[in-house]
Each structure stands twice: as structure tokens, then as C-alpha cells.
């Protein structure tokens, strides 16, 4: 899934190039190619698929030239995670009724990918023959409001898999109160939005607790592979009410199973995540870009082009970014006012 915004990461994240189609950590490849680098070994090029906005083909095509052109699928406008994935499950499994599927957003990092792979394998080998839905389950690190928990019942770990247990509950973003209350039970998981299911799981779900999306899809699936295709989704993707996965499906599923995993991932949806992730110096400044200098600074998050020579001293706990000649420096701590400074810097 590629069609967000990333308004949280301004400068750097731009609605023309969005955070996935950015080397947000400096290593030389996006956050949409490493997301496909890491399925290397799981599945081949020709069978990842990528969801997108229109106005974002071409960056797709150019950051993936392995993905075949047909796999790249154009939504017309944002309607959130289910009809993203009811389009691209009707599509596969017209051509593979038996598929098995993994959604993954593309702009997630995750630092183990062995452990990943692992992880995704094992997933994959749980819903191939089943009708279950599995979510993975990140162990919290932290007590972090900024996501969505999974309370598991690891009294019930699966008989086909040791590693999977029920899902009790989903949980809401919580307050730090009940955040510190989650983290300190051991089947609290943070909720990272990567689902295992097969198509025919994914459709029977949708015609169940979606009939409205599911309806359209049929109706959209009569022009799949054919010249019109593109004209036909234009047409009625944007009847499909905007609604999550979570909400769509997944709290109200019956057959829920959560597999907890530990690779190192983080949504890298602020600056704060990326400054958490990033490797720091002895003052705990983050820096991504090779020209940067830090004097008598602490807890900063720096991030510009390689062809400038970047000179801080003295700040403690601050965000420094530059992006095609935009500059934005702010506290860590009010990073959640970025959308409002972007919006100021448009005027």
C-alpha cells in the first residue's frame, strides 16, 4: 500500500513525493524499495503488487522498474486501507484464485529483515489452507500513544502454530495512562497494520462485513486486464466509502489470530520515530546527511542534502530539515504542529 501523504515528515515528505518514495534513512534506497527488498526470498518480483495514487505511477515505475507495469495498480483518490486492498485481492485472484497475501504499507523500516522473512513465512505457511486473518503483533518497546494495540489470549496459541494466538481485542490509540498499563501486561502488542490472509479469505470478508465495497469490486472486476480497466476504476472507486481495514474487518472478524514478532519495525509516521531509530552521537543527535556538524547540542534530529555544510550549535531537543530549499526548524516536542507549519509555508 503506497497511497499516503506523509505530512508528518514536511519538508522532507512533500504531497508531490511522499515519505515512501524518500531515502528517509540515508542508506541509499527508499522506503518503497526497501519494503521490497525485504520480500526477496519470500516471493518474486512479479508477484508484488503496489497500490498507489494515480499521480504517483510514474515514481512507483521508476523506484521499482521490476514490478511489472500491470501490477501497479491507480487508485483516482484516497479512500483508506479496505477498498486499497479489496482492489488489488479481486484483481489477484482473477489470475490466482489460490493466492496467498501478504499487505505490507510501504513505508514502514524494518531493521531485521531475516527475522521478517521468518516471521512472514511462518504467516504465510498458517493461512495458506485456512480461513483465518493474521495480523502481526509488535512486541512495545515503549509505552507509545501513537498506536493501535492487540490483546492477545496467549492461553490459546494455535495447535498449527505455536506462534499464533487468538486476538481478544483490538484496542485504540490509548492514552499514556493506559498505554503504560498495556506495556506492562505480556500480550499487548502494538497493531503494525501487516495482515496475512489468502484472497479468497480477503473477498468472503468483504462480501460479509462490506457488501457496499464488495459490490462495486465485482462490478470493477468485469474490466480487470482489459484496455478499460483503468476507466472503470476511475468510475466507481470513488463510491467506496473511505473506511480502514480495521474497522472495516478486522474488529469484527470472527477467525482473528495475531502472530507476535520482533524485527526492529517502526511506522516512521514523525521525525521522532525516524531521530528513534536513527543511529545517534554520545549527546543523542540524530544526523542523515554526511556534511553536519553538532556543537554544544543534544537531542536533535537533523536531516539535509548531501550538498550542504550544516553548522548547529547549542540546541537541545530539536528538529532541523531541509527540503528543495525549504527549511524547518522546530522542537521535537511540537512536531505534531508540522501539518500547520507546512500549511503556513505554502501562503
Avoid at 462490506?210 to 468510475?235: G, H, T
Wanted: charged share 20%.
Amino acid at each position: 500500500m503506497a497511497g499516503g501523504i506523509g505530512s508528518r515528515f514536511w519538508p522532507m515528505s512533500t504531497p508531490e513525493r511522499p515519505k515512501q518514495f524518500i531515502d528517509v534513512l540515508g542508506c541509499g534506497r527508499t522506503l518503497i524499495q526497501l519494503t521490497a527488498d525485504r520480500f526477496k526470498g519470500v516471493c518474486p518480483p512479479e508477484h508484488i503488487w503496489v497500490v498507489t495514487s494515480k499521480g504517483f505511477a510514474s515514481l512507483v515505475r521508476e523506484q521499482l522498474p521490476e514490478i511489472p507495469k500491470e501490477n501497479i495498480l491507480l487508485e483516482p483518490c484516497m479512500r483508506n486501507t479496505a477498498p486499497c486492498i479489496a482492489y488489488v485481492a479481486w484483481k489477484i485472484a482473477m489470475r490466482y484464485p489460490k493466492a496467498n497475501l501478504v499487505v505490507t504499507p510501504a513505508d514502514h523500516v524494518v531493521m531485521d529483515t531475516a527475522e521478517f522473512r521468518r516471521v512472514i513465512t511462518s504467516a504465510l505457511s498458517f493461512t495458506k489452507d485456512s480461513s483465518a486473518i493474521l495480523t502481526l503483533g509488535m512486541k512495545p518497546s515503549r509505552p507509545e500513544t501513537g498506536y493501535g494495540y492487540i490483546e492477545a489470549d496467549i492461553q490459546s496459541a494455535s495447535p498449527k502454530n505455536k506462534e499464533v494466538y487468538r486476538v481478544s481485542a483490538f484496542r485504540e490509540k490509548p492514552t499514556p495512562v493506559l498505554a503504560a498499563e498495556y506495556i506492562a501486561q505480556p500480550n499487548y502488542y502494538w497493531n503494525a497494520g501487516i495482515f496475512v490472509w489468502n484472497v479468497q479469505t480477503v473477498i468472503r470478508a468483504m462480501r460479509l462485513h462490506q457488501p457496499e465495497i464488495a459490490e462495486i469490486m465485482e462490478d470493477a472486476s468485469l474490466s480487470f486486464y482489459s484496455l478499460i480497466e483503468q476507466m472503470v476504476i476511475d468510475e466507481l472507486f470513488p463510491k467506496c466509502k473511505s473506511i480502514s481495514v480495521d474497522y472495516a474487518i478486522m474488529e469484527q472478524a470472527k477467525e482473528m489470530y495475531v502472530f507476535p514478532a520482533d524485527f526492529g519495525w517502526s511506522d516512521l509516521g514523525t521525525w521522532g520515530s525516524l531521530h528513534e531509530r536513527t543511529e545517534k552521537d554520545a549527546f543523542n543527535n540524530a544526523a542523515i546527511g554526511p556534511n553536519i556538524h553538532l556543537i554544544e547540542s543534544t537531542n536533535c534530529m537533523v536531516h539535509t542534502p548531501e550538498n550542504k555544510k550544516v553548522v548547529i550549535q547549542g540546541l537541545d531537543g530539536y528538529i532541523i530539515a531541509e527540503k528543495d530549499n525549504t527549511l524547518l526548524i522546530c522542537k521535537l516536542t511540537e512536531e505534531q504542529r508540522i501539518k500547520e507549519f507546512s500549511q503556513m509555508a505554502a501562503r
